[in-house]
């Protein structure tokens, strides 16, 4: 156990991280992540004050759909990463970091200038579970009453149902609690994010346990949440995102750009910042040659193949489901592998450093005595299933 955001929360069950990891990639694996926070933004101008304050478009947002995205100051600095959920076209939820509740609501609040709408942090108000990996489906959809209508169709993406009670077209448990299933996850897997209230999650725990034995699901803890996200190419949020401009990264999908180009399709807060500052900081993923890894923070240097120091060590974890194969990166469910290939996993994760790289740059990272080969990669675990249509798993 460990503290993590005011929450003591498990790095591991009694499978281990390994396993943990595995089970999500092989079939799926269970994550409590009532820790996040969640805010009710909700009026008419509600879409006004998200569209200024939030880097992804929120006007063009479909109902039921969801978007990542960021939150940033004036100086374009990340103050939390988040999905923004467009329940009507008056309501939105925003799912934010734990213990961000409170900063986001008074960021909302401090910008909404007198707007027609109600800002309310449901911080400990909501609970939440996730259900990610191949299987997901046949274990979530047993507990969900009219699951045909509900996971007929879901794109990526995309969600169903209010906890509000008397909410029109809801989504409920077989025992008639209302839930929120979203078609999201911080794995890179195929998977569900179940938004419940907190009275009723311990049940839901349970069954979904009980669900989920014949496909051999099992809890996860903080250890394998983080190696999956890193293997999948997602940021921590206030690690690989934080106080440092929000730019020149792999999360520039976050970022309302104009197709082929460096300017961006809307004003909101901190985009002169982006726009006028002087880069200096370059974030890029990287495959190590091994699983062998450093730890991450200031201590761990990125040096050149010629010893210099360019800066330091995000995040480095082990996706134990990746491989290099013929000078690619294969994972244990790429098709067609000749059946000799092993799997025996590779560090990965994310490097800072003082100016642009190329992909393939190789680098050595140092921390104390210990040193590792890394190069840098565009994307990092191959032939994740997270995108995939939902008729692929029924």
Not at 110 to 125: A, M, R, T, V
Not at 201 to 218: F, N, R, T
Request: glycine share 10%; charged share 25%; proline share 5%.
């Amino acid at each position: 156990m460990a503290d993590f955001g005011g929450f003591d929360m498990p790095l591991w069950y009694d499978k281990g991280v390994k396993n943990e990891h595995l089970a999500v990639l092989k079939s799926a694996g269970m994550f409590d992540t009532s820790h996040m926070d969640c805010i009710r933004v909700k009026g008419k101008d509600a879409p006004v004050l998200l569209d200024f304050c939030f880097t992804r478009q929120i006007n063009d947002l479909s109902l039921g759909r969801c978007v990542y995205g960021a939150f940033l100051d004036d100086l374009g600095h990340c103050i939390d990463d988040a999905i923004v959920y467009k329940i009507s076209d008056v309501s939105f939820m925003v799912c934010v970091n734990a213990g961000m509740g409170a900063l986001i609501t008074g960021h909302l609040t401090e910008h909404s200038d007198g707007k027609f709408l109600e800002i309310n942090d449901l911080s400990d108000q909501i609970a939440k579970l996730d259900v990610q990996g191949k299987n997901a489906l046949k274990i979530v959809s047993g507990l969900i009453r009219d699951k045909e209508n509900v996971f007929g169709t879901m794109p990526y993406f995309s969600f169903k149902g209010d906890l509000d009670p008397d909410a029109p077209d809801g989504v409920r448990l077989v025992d008639g609690t209302p839930v929120i299933v979203s078609r999201t996850g911080y794995t890179g897997e195929f998977g569900f994010e179940i938004f419940i209230a907190p009275n009723k999650v311990e049940k839901l725990w349970c069954d979904l346990l009980g669900a989920g034995k014949p496909y051999d699901l099992i809890p996860c803890g903080l250890g394998a949440r983080d190696s999956l996200r890193a293997g999948a190419c997602l940021p921590l949020s206030h690690q690989d995102i934080g106080h440092f401009p929000f730019i020149n990264h792999p999360w520039e999908f976050a970022l309302p750009f104009k197709t082929g180009t460096r300017q961006f399709t809307k004003t909101f807060l901190g985009a002169q910042s982006l726009m006028d500052q002087d880069q200096k900081a370059f974030t890029y993923a990287f495959a190590g040659d091994s699983l062998r890894k450093v730890a991450a923070g200031d201590a761990a240097r990125v040096l050149t193949e010629q010893g210099k120091d360019i800066g330091r060590v995000l995040t480095c974890a082990t996706d134990m489901g990746i491989f290099w194969y013929e000078n690619r990166i294969v994972s244990i469910n790429t098709p067609n592998l000749p059946p000799d290939v092993q799997i025996k996993g590779l560090a990965c994760g994310f490097v800072m450093v003082n100016h642009p790289l190329d992909m393939g740059t190789r680098l050595t990272l140092v921390e104390g005595k210990r040193k590792i080969g890394v190069r840098l990669v565009s994307d990092i675990r191959p032939d994740r299933t997270a995108r995939l249509a939902i008729k692929n798993f029924q």
